[in-house]
């Protein structure tokens, strides 16, 4: 609802609508002390302000140059699947539907000292 991956406006402003995916990814981030940009493959959100959907192909082919710009010298995570086949970046499960422990689970390889 904010525009920005994994932020609810809640997050932003301190009221309004809270996003449980953006909650629970900022909770364990904070948890597990990693630092991210978090950057979804279409930067634009493909929906509503109350609805979500799969970005079409030409979507994701047309974002394809700005994400490689926007990863270059980074390291890659790819929350869900998605992003897992776009970028070739491990996966980690989303963390909506159920997939706050998955989610955890797989940042805990990422954090320091963990595997690369």
Do not use: K
């Not at 932003?12 to 979804?40: F, K």
């Not at 990863?71 to 539907?97: C, E, I, K, N």
């Not at 997939?99 to 990422?110: E, P, Q």
């Amino acid at each position: 609802m904010s525009g920005l991956p994994f932020t609810s406006e809640r997050q932003l402003s301190g009221s309004g609508p809270a996003e449980a995916s953006a909650t629970i990814v900022h909770r364990t981030l904070q948890e597990l002390e990693l630092d991210a940009l978090c950057w979804n493959v279409v930067p634009t959100h493909p929906g509503t302000a109350t609805t979500n959907r799969r970005p079409t192909a030409i979507e994701v082919s047309d974002s394809l140059r700005f994400l490689a710009e926007l990863s270059r010298g980074r390291r890659l995570v790819a929350v869900g699947r998605l992003a897992a086949r776009v970028t070739g970046a491990p996966y980690v499960r989303h963390p909506s539907h159920g997939g706050a422990a998955a989610f955890r689970a797989g940042l805990l390889r990422f954090r320091a000292g963990g595997r690369p």
